[in-house]
């Protein structure tokens, strides 16, 4: 039996490279060997955006840069959370039942918000809606409706890949059955590395990020906007503190990223030629998923018709799993 690969992307904003190294070009690497089940966690953006036209275009853009990207729509792997007819929402009702309040105390998304208030002299809870505080248990619920074996996320989503082992633990040895297969969060190994243009983690929140389908131009400008040291061109530099070279070793090959890290060393190289090497690689990997993106999002019919395909078939098996948890509880 294949194992089962699930991710998701929240449309609150454009797609970036950080969701393209951490979760787009890991899952699609999975897809290779697992069964799919790739999604636009649309519901999920409710907590932070209320602007109706902001989640369908975003929901449009991010469900494009999975095809872009190259996502198989054959395979029906691509769907939404709104078309697969709500069966996690039911799953989310059952799990809260299961999820002690002081997990979620220790999530970090929550404790991060927590820390902002005080800091700021806020409540402690200024700003979190029960949506943002019983995240993990949402999430928890898109995971273990599908059986899923691998969740290829980001670092940041690693400590959500654990409670939702956490949660089914519970329920598993409360029914005393296997009724939840527990996951495995899978990081790519450059996650750890993805900065943005302030060599902050690159994220839509801190308003660093770099969009996988920027225009060339835009691409361009964007990196020669990476903050750097203020060393001058003579200077040795350190390849492994900088977020140029970090980036460029997401893109290069191997020869080209030892190539780099002996121009850093030995000096005589100014960071517009190192953000110049780093812009020519990005660019040759990401033109063609531009110019696929372009096609994809001038033909919304299109995506639709995958998302319902995909929908379809993911509808289908949450009903059966829905099905057998409803038998366990006793409420068939
Ligand atoms: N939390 C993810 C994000 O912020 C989206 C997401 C929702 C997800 N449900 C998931 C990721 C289940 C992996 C598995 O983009």
């Not at 194992?3 to 992307?9: R, V």
């Not at 959370?81 to 220790?106: D, H, Q, V, W």
């Not at 020519?280 to 639709?304: H, K, T």
Request: net charge negative; aromatic share 8%; hydrophobic share 40%.
């Amino acid at each position: 039996m294949k194992k089962i690969a699930l991710t998701g992307i929240k449309p609150t904003g454009i797609p970036h490279i950080g969701n393209f190294l951490g979760s787009i070009q890991p899952a699609l690497k999975l897809s290779e060997s697992c069964e799919a089940r790739y999604f636009v966690a649309d519901y999920h953006a409710l907590n932070s955006t209320k602007d109706p036209l902001a989640i369908r275009e975003m929901s449009l853009q991010i469900a494009a840069a999975w095809l872009a990207c190259g996502l198989d729509p054959d395979k029906g792997s691509l769907f939404t959370s709104r078309a697969e007819c709500l069966k996690p929402f039911e799953l989310l009702t059952i799990l809260l039942a299961y999820t002690p309040k002081g997990l979620m105390n220790r999530a970090h998304a929550y404790k991060a918000m927590l820390q902002s208030n005080a800091e700021a002299g806020k409540d402690p809870d200024d700003g979190v809606n029960m949506g943002l505080f019983t995240y993990p248990v949402l999430m928890a619920a898109d995971i273990l409706l599908f059986d899923t074996d691998y969740v290829p996320v980001g670092n940041d989503q690693f400590q959500h890949v654990e409670m939702a082992v956490d949660i089914a633990q519970s329920f598993n040895y409360i029914h005393q059955c296997e009724a939840f297969r527990l996951p495995e969060p899978l990081a790519h190994e450059t996650s750890k590395t993805v900065l943005g243009l302030d060599g902050r983690k690159m994220s839509k929140s801190y308003g660093n990020i770099i969009p996988i389908f920027a225009p060339e131009k835009q691409l361009r400008k964007l990196v020669m906007k990476i903050v750097t040291n203020s060393q001058g061109v003579e200077e040795p530099k350190d390849p492994d503190t900088c977020s140029v070279f970090s980036l460029y070793k997401c893109f290069a090959t191997d020869d080209q990223i030892a190539m780099l890290r002996e121009r850093y060393l030995a000096g005589g190289m100014g960071w517009g030629h190192a953000k110049q090497e780093l812009f020519e690689v990005m660019n040759a990997q990401l033109s063609p998923y531009r110019e696929r993106f372009e096609q994809l999002i001038a033909d919304p019919g299109y995506i639709n018709s995958v998302l319902q395909m995909g929908s379809d078939k993911a509808r289908e098996l949450a009903s059966a799993k829905i099905k057998s948890l409803r038998s366990i509880l006793g409420i068939d």
